[in-house]
């Protein structure tokens, strides 16, 4: 059974940083060529792309995130991480990672991102 996991979401003053983690169990033989995404959902607001990677390591941001935001993945742990910098208050939202396979988007529960001005 596949598993997506999120962790390293927090509080964080405008201007810093975080690093959200994705963790994926159950998909040890596919992960390194299946694409991992990252989306957020602000109160009141839809759900929005984040940006995603594949399994060659290519990656695509959201053009409003691009110079703040990148995606990378350490494919012997299973995982990805999405590092954001220069946080605005227009961050804060619920982050999800997902993993993407054969046709199938597995989600995780998502971890709560809030930047205070």
């Known amino acids: 059974q596949v598993q997506v996991a999120e962790s390293g979401g927090g509080s964080v003053q405008a201007g810093g940083s975080l690093r959200l983690s994705c963790t994926v169990s159950?998909?040890?033989?596919?992960?390194?060529?299946?694409?991992i995404g990252w989306f957020r959902q602000a109160p009141g607001k839809q759900r929005e792309f984040v940006g995603n990677?594949?399994?060659?390591?290519?990656?695509v941001l959201a053009n409003s995130l691009k110079d703040r935001f990148t995606i990378s993945r350490d494919n012997a742990r299973n995982t990805a991480t999405l590092s954001m910098n220069s946080l605005k208050s227009s961050d804060t939202a619920v982050y999800y990672c997902?993993?993407?396979?054969?046709?199938?988007?597995?989600w995780g529960q998502g971890t709560q991102v809030t930047v205070s001005s």
């Open positions: 997902t993993l993407e396979r054969l046709g199938s988007r597995y």
């Open positions: 159950g998909a040890s033989s596919s992960f390194s060529w299946a694409s």
């Open positions: 990677i594949n399994g060659g390591g290519d990656t």
